[in-house]
């Protein structure tokens, strides 16, 4: 990953929180044939902070070309937005402004296994419905729980899925948040960001400059 000193998240708290907010990866791997191959999976970072834990469907060929030891790389990317040079305070000033994009994205390079306990599986799948559920309850929503389906049912579910399991070995992450701008045309883009909207995370990106301008 290229990441300029300013935009580098080197606070271990920091890039955990984002992951935990994201909640999902873009596992890739190279198959056998020498092309990639990449599956979008529910994650959890483990506490240790050494290993993420990962689940796929049987039915997902992905799994079958993961052998013991499997070099890969996990992509957690968060909120994203162009960046209009419009929004600049500067291009009033000299119009040497140009587009960009802001985004924020965590790379796990590491090794790969895989699992098929159930009780591994159970485990996994408990620990991640009960990461997601909690935030509803403290929402102030009911809470679901993996006991509250029949247990037959879950078991055949358990059945139907493999843990993979990243060993990490690399940690990169990055906050690209217009840092290279000065106060006045970061104000701009907040502006910007929050009076035209998006699909992709613009009002979280907003947020994020906006909190670090102390707007």
């Not at 985004?103 to 591994?120: K, N, Q």
């Not at 059945?159 to 106060?183: F, H, M, T, W």
């Not at 699909?199 to 906006?210: F, I, K, L, S």
Request: aromatic share 8%; proline share 7%.
């Amino acid at each position: 990953m290229y990441v300029p000193h300013f935009n580098a998240l080197d606070g271990a708290p920091e890039i955990q929180a984002l992951v935990m907010q994201v909640g999902s990866a873009q596992l890739v791997t190279t198959g056998p044939d020498g092309y990639p191959m990449a599956s979008m999976l529910p994650v959890i970072w483990e506490p240790a902070g050494n290993r993420l834990v990962m689940h796929m469907a049987k039915a997902n060929q992905h799994w079958k070309a993961i052998e013991p030891d499997t070099p890969a790389l996990a992509v957690v990317t968060g909120p994203e937005a162009y960046v209009s040079p419009a929004w600049y305070a500067t291009k009033a000033e000299h119009g040497k402004v140009v587009p960009t994009w802001n985004y924020s994205a965590v790379h796990f390079t590491g090794r790969l296994t895989i699992e098929h306990d159930p009780e591994w599986l159970r485990e996994a799948v408990t620990w991640l419905t009960e990461l997601h559920e909690n935030r509803r309850e403290s929402a102030g929503h009911e809470a679901w729980s993996v006991d509250d389906a029949p247990a037959k049912y879950v078991d055949g579910q358990l059945r139907a899925i493999v843990g993979i399991p990243l060993a990490i070995e690399k940690v990169e992450a990055k906050a690209k948040y217009s840092q290279n701008r000065s106060d006045a045309d970061r104000a701009g883009v907040v502006a910007g960001l929050r009076a035209e909207g998006g699909v992709r995370g613009e009002a979280q990106v907003a947020d994020r400059m906006a909190e670090d301008l102390g707007l």
